[in-house]
């Protein structure tokens, strides 16, 4: 049994359990010797792991991380005691300019860490020399960060007082300050090293480009974890029977909702597990980029379950339904491509898929990347060093190097600095927490393992490569698992040897974000396949030639010969009411002269003065809108411009008084889906506060914005709510959901709106529209004021929508004289939404306003009209125009439909400024 062994090990058995047999060659270190020699004092860093054997291996690299820590524990005097890794000390941190205009602003950051997101949200990771060198433990400043959204602001004086909730599937719910959770539960220190799930995936983004950012292999860190293990404040909660998960939830506010995920309740009641709720990170106060004040740190699992900022634990019994749940960290099988995965909402549910231990992984952190070596020097042996690490508790038990792509093996050193806290004496305290260590036998932080090779190898040959494997016996895989969102990502590690000269040049396969380098970089670029089973290297019979990537068709939006450089200031005086001037791209475009062309209304581009537009416009623009952009392009952003607008947010007042707001996305919590009709719901949102108006004029409509589950694109679509813009706190959207069919594809929107969990967020802008119904028969067409006698009304299907706003707001007046004629369409009389509505509506108006159903599959029952909306019906209800600028026509169905009806209206004498599509 693994364990039982373990145990022998941890407690100090005669085996030597840090290092597998290595080749006689490579020096075999000592525990104790390490411990007798290096910890006493700072001054005894340069001697070697290897002081009991073999003189200290020549090596091009000075310090070495199997004998060299940064600090001495306390008591680190004495010699009889064990001694363990201590933090390194911190700089000193500030805000950096970058941050100061993103809501990140009250957060200090060190400038080394390298941002793999733009300037915001906060994505980084250390230099990966940076964090070798840093040694076991990282400090705050170097930390790899993994955030979603802004990170939530808690001031020191409020520590004690954040609270977090234990509810769910318990007898005893309860809430507790981290005073509470400090003063009264036992405390521990753990060091623990966390990984984000997605480490190496600028590896896979280089084979094909997933669904995620681009991780170099620094995506992980370690550190000293004090908190309270999560079982304890579980057991006092009593989970009831059935109750199998744990959901955590952050303070972290998304465009999903909050953040939040779930792991399994027997792992928390497992203290083998390690799950803390912490409160302290290397002996300090949470820094805000790690949860300040409170998180979970779960050892062992991707850092996606650790959540941070804390806020609730709730105990369930199925897995969390949170969108970041179910559409992060997960692997989906090989065979699903990004643009399949947008359209499997099952697939991303299935939980077989989710991740939660890690995998066995490693890389090589020296040489590192352009690391060059000298062959005169008059070094023998180059010591080849890096990280490994296992999921789930397991140990990686065994390191192998190969120099003749993988023919042949060697073994590595490997040294894990974890179990020197577990010779800590009975009842050691570190930071205020009992370093319980001695009697676990899982394994929660990486190793490092090193081999040293004579140079004369290294010339001999052209790359080296590395792979790990863990106590399950589970070995990294030659080739790639690709998947979706690119994570998890474990093939041996390589590094390509150059012999440039009397030099030897080192070349890793990537670097991070959208830094330039590495061999997989150099070998795409150059035509290659990477996935050809041998690292795109030519296979010999290959003949050369290179494959051309496709050239990705842009349509140009803007003028070539306009090169004026437009300042903040000159653009923001743009974002008024007048002159509207917007960004897409970082281009200026002035919108003025299309303000009564825009078929969105001039409304949706005021909406969007004086900012940047880019994702709204390019992802609800044809290609033949964006064909017309030239004619109104007028300048390009300087620099600072550019960066502060980019890192621009929009945060509104959740007290204002309306919650539409033209200028901004605003989010509202989905409450409720309310089945109408076979694939018809209304979702019910829920404002700010109850007295929040909608603030929508009636005939207009609003914008809602959502992620695509998959590709994280946004997906912006107009919606006419039927609410009444004057109602409070609640807004109702009514939405036919075009589900997928064997033979078509449905609506990315309706879908993905559909699979929304109750609980989420969804962006509203607006109002935006063409039209305005101001009563009385009074209403504005395009800014332009008109009286209306007879509104004639054409619909289908779901385009009731916009209709059924004007016709309540016109038949709810008994004063109002217009009259009214509504001919709605649909295939059978289930499909008729709103019908009791608009019976009632019409019932209070007979006298001046008809309605009249048409359906093209009646069942034998149906009395009222059958067939399409065709000449015969148009000519009898609506007919030829009486008073042309005065009398008008609305239309709002399927495109087919309105395509026909304005052909007959045409035909019967209508003019196009007496018929409004909406
Ligand atoms: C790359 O090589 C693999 C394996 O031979 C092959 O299946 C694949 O089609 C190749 N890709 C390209 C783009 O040629
Ligand atoms: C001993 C030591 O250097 N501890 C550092 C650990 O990290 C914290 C911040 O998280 C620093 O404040 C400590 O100095």
Same mark, same amino acid.
């Given at each position: 049994?693994?364990?039982?062994?373990?145990?022998?090990?941890?407690?100090?058995?005669?085996?030597?359990?840090?290092?597998?047999?290595?080749?006689?060659?490579?020096?075999?270190?000592?525990?104790?010797?390490?411990?007798?020699?290096?910890?006493?004092?700072?001054?005894s860093?340069?001697?070697?792991?290897?002081?009991?054997?073999?003189?200290?291996?020549?090596?091009?690299?000075?310090?070495?991380?199997?004998?060299?820590?940064?600090?001495a524990?306390?008591?680190?005097?004495?010699?009889?005691?064990?001694?363990?890794?201590?933090?390194?000390?911190?700089?000193?941190?500030?805000?950096?300019?970058?941050?100061?205009?993103?809501?990140?602003?009250?957060?200090?950051?060190?400038?080394?860490?390298?941002?793999?997101?733009?300037?915001?949200p906060?994505?980084?990771?250390?230099?990966?020399?940076?964090?070798?060198?840093?040694?076991?433990?990282?400090?705050?400043?170097?930390?790899?960060?993994?955030?979603?959204?802004?990170?939530?602001?808690?001031?020191?004086?409020?520590?004690?007082?954040?609270?977090?909730?234990?509810?769910?599937?318990?007898?005893?719910?309860?809430?507790?300050?981290?005073?509470?959770?400090?003063?009264?539960?036992?405390?521990?220190?753990?060091?623990?090293?966390?990984?984000c799930?997605?480490?190496?995936r600028?590896?896979?983004?280089?084979?094909?480009?997933?669904k995620g950012?681009?991780?170099?292999?620094?995506?992980?860190?370690?550190?000293?974890?004090?908190?309270?293990?999560?079982g304890?404040?579980?057991?006092?909660?009593?989970?009831?029977?059935?109750?199998?998960?744990?959901?955590?939830e952050?303070?972290?506010?998304?465009?999903?909702?909050?953040?939040?995920?779930?792991?399994?309740?027997?792992?928390?009641?497992?203290?083998?597990?390690?799950?803390?709720?912490?409160?302290?990170?290397?002996?300090?106060?949470?820094?805000?980029?790690?949860?300040?004040?409170?998180?979970?740190?779960?050892p062992?699992?991707?850092?996606?379950?650790?959540?941070?900022?804390?806020?609730?634990?709730?105990?369930?019994?199925?897995?969390?339904d949170?969108?970041?749940?179910?559409?992060?960290?997960?692997?989906l099988p090989?065979?699903?491509?990004?643009?399949?995965?947008?359209?499997?909402?099952?697939?991303?549910?299935?939980?077989?898929?989710?991740?939660?231990?890690?995998?066995?992984?490693?890389?090589?952190?020296?040489?590192?990347?352009?690391?060059?070596?000298?062959?005169?020097?008059?070094?023998?042996t180059?010591?080849?060093?890096?990280?490994?690490?296992?999921?789930?508790?397991?140990?990686?038990?065994?390191?192998?190097?190969?120099?003749?792509?993988?023919?042949?093996?060697?073994?590595?050193?490997?040294?894990?600095?974890?179990?020197?806290?577990?010779?800590a004496?009975?009842?050691?305290?570190?930071?205020?927490?009992?370093?319980?260590?001695?009697?676990?036998?899982?394994?929660?932080?990486?190793?490092?393992?090193?081999?040293?090779?004579?140079?004369?190898?290294?010339?001999?040959?052209?790359?080296?490569?590395?792979?790990?494997?863990?106590?399950?016996?589970?070995?990294?895989?030659?080739?790639?698992?690709?998947?979706?969102? @690119?994570?998890?990502?474990? =093939? #041996? +590690?390589r &590094?390509?040897? %150059?012999?440039?000269?009397? !030099?030897?040049?080192? $070349?890793?396969?990537?670097?991070?974000?959208?830094?330039?380098?590495?061999?997989?970089?150099?070998?795409?670029?150059?035509?290659?396949?990477?996935?050809?089973?041998?690292?795109?290297?030519?296979?010999?019979?290959?003949?050369?030639?290179?494959?051309?990537?496709?050239?990705?068709?842009?349509?140009?939006?803007?003028?070539?010969?306009?090169?004026r450089?437009?300042?903040?200031?000159?653009?923001?005086?743009? @974002?008024?009411?007048?002159? =509207? #001037? +917007?960004? &897409?791209?970082? %281009?200026?475009?002035?919108? !003025?002269?299309?303000? $009564?062309?825009?078929?969105?209304?001039?409304?949706?581009?005021?909406?969007?003065?004086?900012?940047?537009?880019?994702?709204?416009?390019?992802?609800?623009?044809?290609?033949?809108?964006?064909?017309?952009?030239?004619?109104?392009?007028?300048?390009?952003?300087?620099?600072?411009?550019?960066?502060?607008?980019?890192?621009?947010?929009e945060?509104?007042?959740?007290?204002?008084?309306?919650?539409?707001?033209?200028?901004?996305?605003?989010?509202?919590?989905?409450?409720?889906?309310?089945?109408?009709?076979?694939?018809?719901?209304?979702?019910?949102?829920?404002?700010?506060?109850?007295?929040?108006?909608?603030?929508?004029?009636?005939?207009?409509?609003?914008?809602?914005?959502?992620?695509?589950?998959?590709?994280?694109?946004?997906?912006?679509?107009?919606?006419?709510?039927?609410?009444?813009?004057?109602?409070?706190?609640?807004?109702?959207?009514?939405?036919?959901?075009?589900?997928?069919?064997?033979?078509?594809?449905?609506?990315?929107?309706?879908?993905?709106?559909?699979?929304l969990?109750?609980?989420?967020?969804?962006?509203?802008?607006?109002?935006?529209?063409?039209?305005?119904?101001?009563?009385?028969?009074?209403?504005?067409?395009?800014?332009?004021?008109?009286?209306?006698?007879?509104?004639?009304?054409?619909?289908?299907?779901?385009?009731v929508?916009?209709?059924?706003?004007?016709?309540?707001?016109?038949?709810?007046?008994?004063?109002?004289?217009?009259e009214?004629?509504?001919?709605?369409?649909?295939?059978?009389?289930?499909?008729?939404?709103?019908?009791?509505?608009?019976?009632?509506?019409?019932?209070?108006?007979?006298?001046?306003?008809?309605?009249?159903?048409?359906?093209?599959?009646?069942?034998?029952?149906?009395?009222?009209?059958?067939?399409?909306?065709?000449?015969?019906?148009?000519?009898?209800?609506?007919?030829p125009?009486?008073?042309?600028?005065?009398?008008?026509?609305?239309?709002?169905?399927?495109e087919?439909?309105?395509?026909?009806?304005?052909?007959?209206?045409?035909?019967?004498?209508?003019?196009?400024?007496?018929?409004?599509?909406?």
């Amino acid at each position: 049994m693994a364990y039982d062994t373990g145990r022998a090990q941890a407690l100090g058995s005669s085996k030597n359990f840090y290092f597998p047999p290595s080749p006689p060659s490579t020096a075999r270190p000592s525990r104790r010797g390490s411990f007798d020699g290096s910890y006493t004092s700072l001054a005894s860093l340069a001697l070697s792991f290897s002081l009991d054997t073999s003189p200290p291996s020549l090596s091009s690299s000075s310090s070495s991380l199997f004998s060299s820590y940064s600090s001495a524990a306390p008591g680190a005097k004495s010699q009889n005691r064990p001694c363990y890794p201590l933090p390194p000390v911190n700089g000193v941190k500030q805000v950096l300019t970058e941050d100061l205009k993103t809501p990140d602003s009250h957060v200090e950051r060190d400038p080394r860490l390298i941002r793999l997101t733009g300037v915001h949200p906060f994505n980084v990771e250390p230099p990966l020399s940076d964090l070798y060198d840093e040694g076991f433990l990282t400090s705050e400043d170097l930390h790899y960060v993994r955030n979603h959204g802004p990170v939530p602001k808690c001031d020191d004086q409020d520590i004690y007082d954040w609270t977090f909730s234990v509810e769910g599937m318990v007898a005893k719910p309860f809430t507790i300050s981290v005073r509470d959770l400090i003063d009264n539960y036992e405390q521990v220190t753990y060091p623990i090293t966390l990984v984000c799930a997605g480490n190496r995936r600028k590896e896979q983004n280089l084979v094909r480009k997933s669904k995620g950012f681009s991780w170099g292999p620094a995506g992980l860190s370690t550190a000293l974890w004090t908190g309270v293990p999560i079982g304890d404040l579980i057991a006092r909660a009593l989970p009831r029977r059935g109750a199998k998960y744990v959901c955590f939830e952050g303070a972290d506010k998304l465009p999903n909702g909050y953040y939040g995920t779930s792991v399994k309740l027997n792992w928390c009641r497992d203290a083998n597990k390690g799950i803390l709720v912490a409160h302290k990170m290397n002996g300090s106060a949470l820094h805000p980029d790690h949860g300040k004040p409170v998180r979970v740190v779960i050892p062992g699992q991707i850092g996606g379950r650790s959540v941070k900022w804390l806020k609730r634990i709730i105990v369930t019994a199925e897995p969390s339904d949170n969108w970041y749940h179910i559409y992060d960290n997960r692997v989906l099988p090989t065979s699903i491509t990004p643009e399949a995965s947008a359209d499997l909402p099952d697939t991303w549910k299935d939980e077989s898929y989710a991740i939660y231990d890690l995998n066995a992984n490693s890389a090589i952190c020296y040489p590192a990347h352009d690391e060059k070596v000298s062959l005169a020097s008059g070094a023998d042996t180059y010591k080849v060093r890096g990280y490994a690490y296992g999921g789930g508790g397991r140990r990686i038990t065994r390191m192998e190097v190969t120099l003749d792509k993988g023919k042949s093996w060697r073994l590595a050193g490997v040294r894990y600095p974890e179990d020197d806290y577990r010779l800590a004496p009975e009842g050691e305290m570190l930071y205020g927490g009992r370093l319980d260590m001695w009697w676990r036998e899982t394994s929660f932080c990486w190793c490092f393992w090193e081999l040293d090779i004579a140079l004369a190898e290294l010339e001999g040959t052209q790359d080296i490569m590395v792979r790990a494997m863990d106590e399950g016996l589970m070995v990294q895989p030659r080739d790639m698992y690709w998947s979706v969102l @690119g994570m998890m990502n474990n =093939p #041996w +590690f390589r &590094v390509v040897i %150059h012999k440039e000269g009397n !030099t030897l040049r080192f $070349e890793h396969p990537t670097q991070p974000a959208l830094m330039p380098g590495g061999w997989m970089d150099r070998v795409k670029k150059s035509g290659g396949n990477l996935t050809n089973g041998f690292w795109g290297e030519k296979v010999s019979g290959e003949d050369d030639s290179v494959i051309e990537e496709e050239p990705v068709k842009e349509i140009c939006m803007t003028n070539p010969k306009v090169d004026r450089l437009i300042t903040l200031e000159e653009f923001k005086q743009h @974002g008024g009411d007048t002159e =509207p #001037w +917007f960004v &897409v791209n970082g %281009h200026v475009y002035d919108g !003025t002269p299309f303000l $009564e062309g825009h078929p969105g209304g001039a409304a949706s581009i005021f909406g969007a003065a004086g900012q940047d537009a880019t994702e709204e416009f390019v992802t609800i623009h044809s290609e033949n809108a964006k064909a017309m952009m030239p004619e109104y392009h007028i300048g390009t952003l300087d620099q600072d411009a550019r960066a502060a607008l980019s890192g621009e947010v929009e945060e509104t007042d959740p007290s204002r008084e309306v919650f539409l707001d033209p200028k901004a996305w605003t989010k509202a919590v989905l409450q409720d889906k309310i089945r109408v009709s076979a694939d018809s719901k209304v979702f019910r949102f829920k404002l700010d506060h109850e007295a929040q108006q909608i603030g929508l004029p009636v005939g207009q409509h609003l914008m809602m914005r959502l992620r695509d589950p998959a590709t994280r694109d946004a997906i912006i679509r107009a919606y006419t709510p039927i609410s009444e813009g004057t109602d409070k706190g609640i807004l109702d959207v009514l939405i036919k959901i075009y589900y997928d069919t064997p033979g078509r594809k449905g609506g990315r929107m309706t879908q993905a709106l559909d699979a929304l969990p109750v609980g989420h967020f969804v962006d509203f802008k607006g109002p935006v529209g063409k039209f305005e119904y101001l009563g009385n028969g009074l209403c504005t067409v395009g800014g332009k004021q008109r009286s209306v006698g007879r509104f004639n009304m054409v619909c289908g299907g779901s385009g009731v929508t916009p209709i059924f706003q004007v016709l309540r707001a016109l038949t709810k007046d008994p004063a109002d004289p217009t009259e009214c004629v509504l001919l709605d369409g649909n295939r059978v009389e289930e499909d008729i939404l709103c019908r009791v509505q608009l019976d009632a509506f019409l019932n209070s108006a007979k006298h001046r306003c008809r309605l009249i159903h048409t359906l093209t599959r009646p069942s034998e029952t149906w009395a009222g009209r059958k067939g399409r909306m065709d000449r015969a019906l148009i000519e009898a209800e609506i007919g030829p125009c009486q008073q042309p600028g005065k009398d008008m026509v609305l239309i709002c169905g399927p495109e087919t439909m309105e395509k026909s009806v304005h052909e007959i209206l045409k035909s019967l004498g209508w003019t196009e400024d007496d018929i409004l599509f909406f």
